[in-house]
């Protein structure tokens, strides 16, 4: 089974809007951490915004937030007041703090936006 | 900052031939990673060291081999090159306690010929 699951191959957004980019995970460890990191046309991968499973509230950093639903086992990264410089691949990710240090990744969202 | 870096940044290979891609890693961090990305399928992960002198496979482990030669690097090594692994790969570190995300190399575009 997949760890991470992310449904929306490419996404597109009008600038100035926010955007939602969908993220569920499966584990059966009870400690772990979800990412979000960005790419862009670059290459480099750009650390955006964490999210520890025992945190009780949604993580934030600036125009990035983390919708954590823990029963759905969905971590949907939020962006706000979308720029055209968050046009980029985006990936989720987890690490399982109990069965070793492994970090798994999604497939990826393409976002887009427009001015 | 040097951070994690890798090289070389690109290479061409014919198929069977060998190389090894190095990444070095300044930060004392304990774990340390290799992904290779294809499009449509995300990072997956080669292989990693959860600390100096251990290697575990990952997702994607065959026809790879890597070292950790010491705390700062972890090489992978194609021994027959296959127009399969034609890659982006990924060198990573990670501080090994929790919490803590895991930082990235710039990248090495392989193309196998």
């Known amino acids: 089974a997949q760890k991470i699951t992310q449904t929306q191959p490419g996404m597109f957004v009008q600038e100035k809007e926010a955007v939602t980019l969908d993220c569920t995970y499966d584990t059966s460890d009870p400690s772990y951490g979800l990412f979000w990191y960005k790419q862009p046309s670059s290459g480099e991968m750009i650390f955006l915004i964490y999210q520890g499973s025992y945190d009780q509230q949604n993580a934030t950093e600036g125009r990035y937030s983390l919708n954590f639903q823990k029963a759905r086992k969905s971590a949907n990264l939020v962006i706000s007041a979308s720029q055209l410089g968050d046009s980029a691949m985006y990936f989720c990710a987890m690490r399982e703090l109990s069965y070793g240090n492994q970090f798994y990744f999604g497939t990826g969202t393409s976002l887009t936006v427009i001015p | 900052n040097a951070g994690v870096t890798q090289t070389p940044k690109f290479q061409v290979l014919k198929t069977g031939q060998s190389m090894t891609l190095q990444c070095a890693q300044d930060m004392n961090h304990n774990s340390m990673y290799w992904y290779r990305q294809d499009p449509g399928m995300g990072l997956r992960l080669i292989y990693y060291s959860a600390s100096e002198g251990t290697t575990d496979k990952g997702e994607v482990p065959n026809g790879y081999n890597v070292s950790r030669l010491n705390k700062r690097e972890f090489s992978l090594r194609l021994e027959s090159a296959a127009p399969s692994q034609t890659s982006v790969y990924f060198c990573?570190?990670?501080?090994?306690?929790?919490?803590?995300?895991?930082?990235f190399g710039e990248g090495s575009w392989l193309t196998v010929v």
């Open positions: 990573a570190s990670q501080p090994g306690s929790s919490g803590n995300t895991i930082y």
